[in-house]
């Protein structure tokens, strides 16, 4: 049971627009989300997260939405940059209820196209 | 960059061997995790420890052991390796009084299994 998706395995944007990726999941007691960035033969990298009492964190071009009814969030990166392609991975824990435990999607791959 | 060190970085081994992975770390969190990178799957959790001698399963345990003797140290083993344990092996930390429940992840471990 796949508790978080990333139903769309890749994604093409041109340089300068923006990137939206989305995740979706099921677990209601998900309070913590969190996107990590991957870069081959690298280690994911923390990007930004949100937590269940908010629905929107910003970091400079990165911006995560929560919406909590639709149990869905999305990543928006704007301008997207030739250096943000990578293999983006959303993922939640329900810290709120002793788990720390981080459940990972199946990522996306976004290639950002000069 | 957190300071984790994964060995080895690469290991090529015949079904029905032995296996141990090594992580270590230099940030005295107590949190350890190890995880699985697969193609389709995203990261899936082996094992976790909550502290030393404290562990517990994740989502994909079957076939593999691990040990924490010390606070710095998170071993996984394989104690017969099966061609379905060819993958890229990631060691994460994380410090419970972080705010977002961020994991630090290794450089990966790659191990072909024959």
Known sequence: D?????????????EGRISILNCDYTNSMFDYFLWYKKYPAEGPTFLISISSIKDKNEDGRFTVFLNKSAKHLSLHIVPSQPGDSAVYFCAASARGFGNEKLTFGTGTRLTIIP | DAGITQSPRHKVTETGTPVTLRCHQTENHRYMYWYRQDPGHGLRLIHYSYGVKDTDKGEVSDGYSVSRSKTEDFLLTLESATSSQTSVYFCAISDPRGDTGELFFGEGSRLTVL
């Open chain 1, 2 to 14: 796949q508790q978080v998706k990333q139903n769309s395995p890749s994604l093409s944007v041109q």
